[in-house]
């Protein structure tokens, strides 16, 4: 079946440091993959998204590249910032949405 | 305002009760889910409904059940409350954005303890 799996946290970086994220997947066909972010006391949000291979997804400074040759899709900032301290969800939807699954999540700490 | 709204936010309740998670969206999507989050372990799917006479058994189905009462609400039960219940719920919708593949929407959550 379709998975996705994440580098463990939490990741505790300093202010202006860069970030990546790794997710990798499993998964049949050509699924469209996210990333989502979860703020303390929040539901998940899109950040960002790409639905074929070698579409980069970007948003407020967070990059992902499909890479299809390496089933991955991993996130990057370069400077983050203390507001971006949150839980970051890799996940992937194929079969139309039918199949829709979430990592289990990298928590990130930004000190200042 | 929201557009995945849940009620309640909050929610303490007894081994044995009945309670129910509702969940209302004004994004016009046909797509429903249930989710529930325990640290370290990510969502996890309870149910989802693809519409008002589809619905489907998540992974973590059992102890759990739905009701699709119109396309914009979509409720969640637990007949017969228990401890390990206590988790985090999200409700979900899903649509098509650009004419591509959907993207998830999620409400705030329902932080629900078992006692």
């Known amino acids: 079946g379709n998975s996705v799996t994440q580098m463990e946290g939490p990741v505790t970086l300093s202010e202006e440091a860069f970030l990546t994220i790794n997710c990798t997947y499993t998964?049949?066909?050509?699924?469209?993959l996210f990333w989502y972010v979860q703020y303390p006391g929040e539901g998940l949000q899109l950040l960002l998204k790409a639905t074929k291979a070698d579409d980069k997804g970007s948003n407020k400074g967070f990059e992902a590249t499909y890479r299809k040759e390496t089933t991955s899709f991993h996130l990057e900032k370069g400077s983050v910032q203390v507001s971006d301290s949150a839980v970051y969800f890799c996940a992937l939807s194929s079969q139309g949405g039918q199949n829709f699954v979430f990592g289990p999540g990298t928590r990130l700490s930004v000190l200042p | 305002d929201a557009d995945v709204t849940q009620t309640p936010r909050n929610r303490i309740t007894k081994t044995g009760k009945r309670i129910m998670l509702e969940c209302s969206q004004t994004k016009g999507h046909d797509r429903m889910y249930w989710y529930r989050q325990d640290p370290g372990l990510g969502l996890r799917l309870i149910y989802y409904s693809f519409d008002v006479k589809d619905i489907n058994k998540g992974e973590i189905s059992d102890g759990y059940s739905v009701s699709r009462q119109a396309q914009a609400k979509f409720s969640l039960s637990l007949e017969s409350a228990i401890p390990n219940q206590t988790a985090l719920y999200f409700c979900?919708?899903?649509?098509?954005?650009?004419?591509?593949?959907?993207?998830?929407?999620f409400g705030p959550g329902t932080r629900l303890l078992v006692l």
């Open positions: 998964a049949t066909g050509y699924p469209s």
């Open positions: 979900a919708t899903s649509g098509w954005t650009s004419g591509q593949q959907e993207t998830q929407y």
